[in-house]
């Protein structure tokens, strides 16, 4: 019903026939052979539902409600499942603003400091990155970023 294949570039495709005869592809990346073959039979017992027009087994509608959004928009994408609610976004720069102005219990000094770690934060990411997308990466890509405007250890640090 469904097959995985392996780009040369080592990432990893599950391609399926839906019920209207057209090919899907769900582009995995580079994952392992076992977690490629471990969603494909999710994606197998997902179209077994379908075509039979029964509901899914309970395992596969638990493993369904586990996977994060990038895996699941996928999924939605080529009609396998419905998309999930999006979330609001939070902007980074309402976050911080908001987050100083609440903290009433530090001194002036402490927040001078973190005015510059407000404003640092702003010029790199933008006033209105989604804070849910800031991944680990991109906080080291911000550390490298401050080290590069010459900054002190100590102070990048902090």
Do not use: P
């Not at 509608?61 to 959004?69: C, F, N, P, S, V």
């Not at 895996?71 to 998309?83: D, I, M, P, W, Y």
């Amino acid at each position: 019903m469904a097959s995985t294949s392996k780009q040369k570039n080592g990432r990893r495709t599950i391609q399926f026939n839906a019920e209207s005869g057209k090919r899907h592809s769900i582009r995995l990346g580079k994952i392992s052979q076992r977690n490629a073959e471990s969603i494909k039979t999710r994606v197998e017992r997902i179209l077994e539902a379908q075509f039979g027009g029964q509901a899914l087994e309970a395992d596969t509608a638990q493993w369904l409600g586990e996977i994060d959004d990038s895996l699941h928009s996928k999924l939605a994408k080529v009609g396998l499942v419905e998309a999930r609610e999006q979330k609001a976004v939070q902007a980074l720069g309402v976050f911080l603003d908001d987050y100083v102005t609440r903290r009433i219990d530090v001194k002036e000094a402490t927040r001078v400091a973190w005015g510059h770690t407000v404003r640092n934060l702003k010029d790199f990411f933008g006033d209105d990155a989604d804070l849910t997308s800031i991944s680990e990466g991109d906080a080291d890509d911000f550390k490298l970023h401050l080290i590069g405007l010459g900054l002190a250890s100590e102070t990048v640090a902090k």
